[in-house]
């Protein structure tokens, strides 16, 4: 492979000057060099094509010997020196101190058709930063990143991107549910690319010490290559940074939304400057259209990064960050007004996301109203929402209230439960969506088609995903590559795979898995 090195995070940015592997707290330094675990015995086990291209790395060189050795961590590419970032962050609403990339190391930077990529290997091996862990991911957890990560950048969602599965051929020791039941699992190593994975708690970090100088670098340093479009120098400049990563957090949030994903984990130091979505852990999709569900059994009591929340919680983080970037402004008002208008520009941007979903070109007094009726609706009774959605987009503008509401029938999980009042409540929602659907000009099939176009057919189930993990487990990776290439076409019909497209089963209500997931996932 011949990858065009150029490692600016670690050229421009100052480094630990500590170079013993142990865990510790770490000052002055936006990263610790590090390298990888060797593997006893790496094996492939798939590689994203797309990716691939990106990097400029060819079919026939990703089926090497060397392609498995350094995407597993058993070899270094030549001229480069692995590291892993220091930050800190809240965890649940609590400050946490120093964290750091406790199982994730930076191969290096590269260049290719002028774009800039950070390769980062997540699992293999003790950092600086590990606290206390080993640093080492398993097989469950790496399948779930890796078909996620892919899966969300082709429903159009911000994400890290996922080049490669491997496995280490070691065992590694984990308790699932952290409930005192250990065992050994397989171990495996994700390479995990994007432009850049400094975080909000890059930021936090060098605040919280009181360290202007290398908050300062960092700052100038992100802007100069992630935001060159800001011209300002000085305190203006980092105004409008907060600005921009305000705007890329807030895009992001709508997205999430509108697929019905659910991070789980949304700590400050799972927040990416970019406004991409990082760090997949106990993640999952609303199945059942149920605001108060998070998929996490870490929060599973306060439900504090539920579906629902998730909007609230990026403003929450944003102040967080605005906190840290204070020392470079020392002014809070412009600060404070760029949080103070997230709201309403995120009601404003939810609005136009829901009319998307809903096919409604135009906008009209009363369709803030119309959605908060259908939300209302979706929580009365198990209501799967991509599929509801999906159907949606089948009604035509003559039909009765009655034709309409049987379209989406299917989307109930007991319809027995849709009768009486809550019936009648479902027709009158779908009187008033026929009439603003009248209203409008498009015709059914330029509707559905607009439909078809945001409300996606497939997305990544946990049910999906343990189907893939347990197959795995078994050395049967076939299911891995059928909805790796399912999921990217998530808005297109693909009848073969019309067996993708249906509710949760019963066995994955309550399935470590499928339903609630811990933070080792």
């Known amino acids: 492979m011949n990858l065009k090195i150029n490692n600016r995070f670690s050229t421009e940015l100052p480094a630990d000057t500590n170079e013993t592997n142990v865990t510790r707290q770490v000052k002055n330094a936006c990263f610790s060099y590090v390298n990888p675990r060797i593997p006893s015995s790496p094996k492939?086990?798939?590689?994203?094509?797309?990716?691939?291209?990106?990097?400029?790395i060819t079919k026939k060189e990703a089926?090497?010997?060397e392609f498995t050795n350094i995407f597993s961590g058993k070899e270094l590419l030549p001229n480069t020196r692995p590291y892993s970032m220091s930050y800190a962050g809240h965890q649940f609403g609590n400050w946490a101190g120093q964290l750091g990339d406790g199982r994730a190391i930076i191969l290096t930077e590269i260049e290719n058709n002028q774009q800039t990529y950070t390769l980062q290997l997540k699992g293999s091996g003790l950092t600086p930063y590990s606290r206390g862990a080993d640093g080492l991911a398993v097989l469950r957890s790496s399948i779930r990143e890796h078909l996620c990560s892919e899966a969300m950048f082709h429903l159009g969602v911000p994400t890290t991107r996922s080049l490669s599965l491997l496995l280490t051929g070691d065992q590694v020791l984990r308790d699932v549910m952290y409930d005192g039941h250990p065992a050994y699992e397989k171990g495996a190593v994700v390479c995990r690319v994007a432009p850049s994975f400094i975080r909000f708690g890059n930021f936090e970090l060098f605040s919280s010490q009181n360290d202007l100088k290398t908050l300062k670098s960092l700052a100038d340093f992100t802007i100069k290559y992630y935001f060159p479009e800001i011209k300002s120098i000085g305190k203006e400049s980092y105004i409008q940074f907060?600005?921009?990563v305000a705007n890329k957090n807030l895009e992001m949030i709508v997205h999430w939304q509108r697929v019905g994903f659910v991070h789980g984990v949304m700590n400050t130091d799972n927040m990416s400057i970019l406004g991409l979505t990082i760090d997949y852990g106990p993640y999952g999709w609303l199945e059942d259209y149920n605001p108060e569900w998070t998929p996490n059994t870490?929060?599973?009591?306060?439900?504090?990064?539920?579906?629902?929340?998730?909007?609230?919680?990026?403003?929450?983080?944003?102040?967080?960050?605005?906190?840290?970037?204070?020392?470079l402004i020392e002014e809070a008002a412009p600060l404070e007004a760029i949080l103070n208008s997230?709201?309403?520009?995120?009601?404003?941007?939810?609005?136009?996301?829901?009319?998307?979903?809903?096919?409604?070109?135009?906008?009209e007094e009363n369709d803030n109203q119309l959605i908060h009726l259908l939300t209302e609706n979706l929580q009365q009774t198990e209501t799967d929402m991509t599929i509801f959605f999906r159907k949606l987009s089948q009604i035509k503008k003559v039909e009765s209230?009655?034709?309409?509401?049987?379209?989406?029938?299917?989307?109930?999980?007991?319809?027995?439960?849709?009768?009486g009042q809550l019936k009648e409540t479902w027709l009158y929602w779908f009187t008033q969506y026929l009439n603003r659907l009248r209203q409008e000009e498009a015709t059914d099939a330029d509707r559905k088609k607009a439909m078809n176009a945001v409300n996606p057919k497939y997305v990544l189930r946990n049910y999906m995903?343990?189907?893939?993990?347990?197959?795995?487990?078994?050395?049967d990776f076939s299911l891995i590559e059928e909805l790796h290439l399912l999921l990217k076409n998530p808005y297109e019909e693909q009848p073969e795979?019309?067996?993708?497209?249906?509710?949760?089963?019963?066995?994955?209500?309550?399935?470590?898995?499928?339903?609630?997931?811990?933070?080792?996932?």
């Open 44 to 56: 492939l086990i798939h590689v994203t094509d797309e990716v691939l291209e990106l990097l400029g």
């Open 497 to 521: 795979s019309e067996k993708w497209f249906a509710k949760r089963p019963d066995w994955a209500r309550e399935k470590i898995g499928s339903s609630m997931l811990s933070c080792s996932s």
């Open 401 to 419: 209230e009655e034709e309409a509401f049987l379209r989406i029938a299917d989307s109930f999980y007991k319809i027995n439960e849709v009768t």
């Open 242 to 244: 907060f600005q921009e």
């Open 342 to 363: 997230f709201q309403s520009k995120y009601e404003a941007d939810y609005a136009t996301m829901m009319r998307n979903k809903l096919g409604l070109f135009t906008k």
């Open 63 to 65: 089926q090497s010997a």
């Open 465 to 475: 995903s343990q189907l893939a993990i347990e197959a795995s487990e078994k050395e």
């Open 298 to 327: 870490t929060d599973r009591e306060n439900r504090r990064y539920r579906f629902g929340n998730q909007p609230e919680i990026v403003l929450w983080n944003l102040y967080q960050l605005a906190n840290a970037l204070y020392p």
